[in-house]
């Protein structure tokens, strides 16, 4: 299976406003965005430059204004770009992003090396380019200044497993596929709507960062307790208990033994001269 940067820029395209949605649409989606926000204001400073890849519809983008970022906005797809300018817009947020460009995370070439402070790429843009991860790995680190922060985050293995597993029963000889995606990560578009990526166990993300000029300073899932109750958890949401749900999930999150336990794996690296 190889990457094809087409196909993944024609599925957002057609995605388009679902992207905006994916991170309020329940329970769990909203403990995601809380912990991947965490990060951001965790490692990022005021006025610091920021390459956003695989930006979206702009829920990140907004927060990086918030957190007074001077931002790059990239995407594979001109429909996810066009959205991102209009909900950042909405939020008065576009004073912050100095451009937006269609690029494709595997060459970078368009900026100098050491041109970001911070380099983002939430949301899986590095499982969607499948065996070109360390040539997409390395261009990003490339274009980060010495000492600057990539944070990062790509699709869970067991995390996405656990979370869909009684609709991945019903999928025709849903034991083979199990089998074939536990064994190297790479999901077809045969049962996946057309989309191929590469799905992530915590140990190969730390391996693959081993090959290239960074050092992992954080990593977390991106979701635990709030998996499988979003149901339960509707009614937590106005109370005063959601803020304690918060953090014990933040906390729980990076633990070593959760890491593999949501959705999405969260990792922050620093450039390194090694």
């Not at 050491?114 to 790995?137: H, M, R």
């Not at 590469?198 to 960062?209: D, G, H, S, T, V």
């Not at 499988?228 to 106005?238: D, G, I, P, V």
């Not at 803020?243 to 390194?272: P, Q, Y």
Request: proline share 1%.
């Amino acid at each position: 299976m190889k990457y094809n940067p087409a196909q993944v820029a024609a599925f957002y395209d057609s995605y388009g406003e679902q992207e905006w949605d994916r991170l309020s649409k329940n329970p769990a989606a909203l403990v995601s965005f809380h912990i991947h926000q965490h990060y951001l204001k965790k490692y990022l400073k005021s006025t610091d430059s920021v390459l956003e890849v695989g930006a979206g519809a702009g829920r990140f983008t907004i927060e990086l204004a918030k957190l007074g970022a001077v931002i790059t906005v990239g995407d594979i797809s001109s429909e996810q770009l066009k959205l991102n300018q209009k909900y950042v817009v909405e939020h008065q947020s576009e004073t912050s992003v100095s451009s937006r460009l269609q690029l494709d995370i595997t060459d970078l070439s368009m900026f100098e090396a050491a041109t970001f402070d911070v380099v983002v790429c939430y949301g899986g843009a590095l499982s969607y380019v499948l065996e070109q991860a360390g040539i997409a790995l390395a261009e990003m680190l490339r274009v980060l200044k010495p000492e600057g922060y990539l944070l990062l985050s790509v699709m869970s293995l067991i995390g996405t497993t656990q979370a869909n597993f009684e609709a991945i029963t019903e999928i025709p000889n849903f034991t083979q596929l199990v089998e074939g995606v536990n064994a190297n990560g790479f999901l077809d578009g045969r049962t996946n709507n057309g989309h191929q990526l590469k799905m992530y166990r915590a140990k190969e993300l730390k391996q693959l960062c081993k090959s290239y000029q960074c050092e992992i300073m954080a990593m977390s899932a991106s979701n635990y307790l709030s998996l499988h109750r979003n149901e339960f958890l509707e009614e937590m949401l106005t109370t005063d208990a959601w803020a304690n749900f918060l953090r014990w999930e933040l906390d729980f999150c990076a633990e070593d033994g959760c890491l593999d336990s949501g959705t999405h794996i969260i990792s922050v690296m620093k450039k390194t001269n090694k």
